[in-house]
């Protein structure tokens, strides 16, 4: 029996016997459980194991009532015979599983650093950040550099606050250039969340093709702001053939729009409720992940879905288009057979797949 999920001890708890908190946890101890076994199979690369846990995992934390024992968790959609022998195998055993890739948490919170590289430093017997910045043997990617030179700043989480303070400079650049383009913020402020990883962007402008070589553009006119940069650009244009060949399970794959994961200094007068504020090192600014892309108009609002998420909610959208519909979804467009079919505004792709529209706050799956 082992130990600690990465988020509570929820083990100690337990063996204390305190009846009321088993109880009312024992929907956590599943949700635990499921989340450390997608990410022990996703670093095994079973995909399909992979996905049946985050669903699982997924479905206990939409769940509007509380699970207050085994029986409620019967009939529940979305659970499937391994998830279903996990809750037996937490029930009789009362297991709470670890799985490794949790043990190269710290070093997968670096920008830039994977799985892979991740469990590469921990065989070599790296185990602090301290160590890794310090092993001469190491050779760092441009990113990892970016990662690790601003990790305090990337792991400490982005408000609301600074998401528009952020917006205002990313909207300025992109006006400067085109004065009708378009600057949303997307993933989970856009859904409503107060804090998050990172700032996301679709940038586009009204007439399709415009918004080509607009992205190095914004990128040029952010010289002060632009700590770190990997722009993204496709060779190959996107066809719509390439993405009927792919399979249903590889919907989640990247997108072909014009894209960049960048770092930008945001200066804290800026940010109204930090005017005055510095932080330990003295420094007045703050490193903020953001990513932007830069899909052409006539497919703004398969973008706008697609990047405003959840993951798990993108994913099921795309499972229910592909199963129930027969049609595909991804963030470039919705196809019934080759069909392609056109879509202004979100509302429109909802109607097309004949479900009711969801608001973004109602998308947190
Ligand atoms: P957080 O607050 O942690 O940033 P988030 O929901 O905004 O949460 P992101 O990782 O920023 O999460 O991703 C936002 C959405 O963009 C995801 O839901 C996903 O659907 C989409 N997305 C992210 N990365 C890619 C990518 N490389 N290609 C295509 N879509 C992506
Ligand atoms: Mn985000
Ligand atoms: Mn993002």
């Known amino acids: 029996v082992s130990v600690e999920s990465r988020h509570r001890l929820v083990y100690p708890t337990y063996k204390m016997g305190n009846i009321s908190v088993i109880v009312s946890s024992l929907c956590f101890i599943m949700q635990d459980a499921f989340d450390v076994l997608a990410e022990h199979f996703e670093f095994n690369e079973n995909k399909g194991h992979c996905l049946a846990f985050m669903r699982a995992s997924s479905v206990l934390k939409s769940l509007s009532y509380t699970i207050r ?17 996990v809750i037996q195998v937490i029930r009789h055993c009362c297991v709470i599983f670890i799985s490794c890739s949790q043990l190269y948490f710290l070093f997968t919170s670096i920008f830039g650093v994977g799985l892979k590289t991740a469990e590469k430093w921990y065989r070599k017997g790296l185990r602090s950040l301290d160590e890794v910045k310090a092993d001469t043997s190491l050779r760092f990617t441009k990113m990892q550099k970016a990662g690790l030179l601003y990790y305090d700043d ?28 378009a600057v ?4 989970g402020f856009r859904r409503g969340k107060e804090f998050g990883h990172d700032v996301d962007f679709i940038i586009t402008t ?7 070589g607009l992205l190095q553009k914004v990128l040029s006119e952010l010289t002060y702001q632009l700590l770190y940069h990997r722009p993204h650009s496709f060779s190959h244009p996107y066809s719509i053939a390439q993405v009927c060949s792919e399979s249903p399970t590889n919907l989640m794959s990247m997108d072909h729009f014009e894209k960049c994961f960048a770092i930008l200094k945001l200066k804290k007068e800026l940010v109204s409720s930090k005017q005055s504020e510095k932080d330990i090192n003295g420094k007045d600014w703050k490193a903020i992940r953001v990513d932007l892309v830069i899909p052409p108009m006539n497919c703004y609002a398969f973008a706008l879905l697609g990047w405003s ?27 019934d057979k080759t069909t392609f079919l056109s879509a202004k505004t979100e509302e429109d792709i909802f109607a097309h797949l004949g479900l009711e529209y969801l608001d973004p706050s109602e998308r947190n799956a």
């Open 69 to 85: 024992n085994y029986r409620d968790l019967e009939g529940l959609a979305c659970l499937g015979p391994q998830t279903k022998a």
């Open 309 to 335: 998420g959840s993951r798990q909610f993108e994913r099921d959208l795309r499972r229910y288009a592909n199963v129930e519909k027969k049609m595909l979804l991804d963030n470039h467009g919705l196809y």
């Open 184 to 187: 949303v913020i997307t993933g």
């Open 206 to 212: 009204p007439e399709n093709g415009k918004e080509v």
């Open 154 to 181: 990337i792991i400490s989480s982005v408000s609301w606050e600074e998401a528009k303070a952020v917006g205002q400079i990313v909207k300025d650049a992109c006006r400067r250039f085109d004065p009708d383009a």
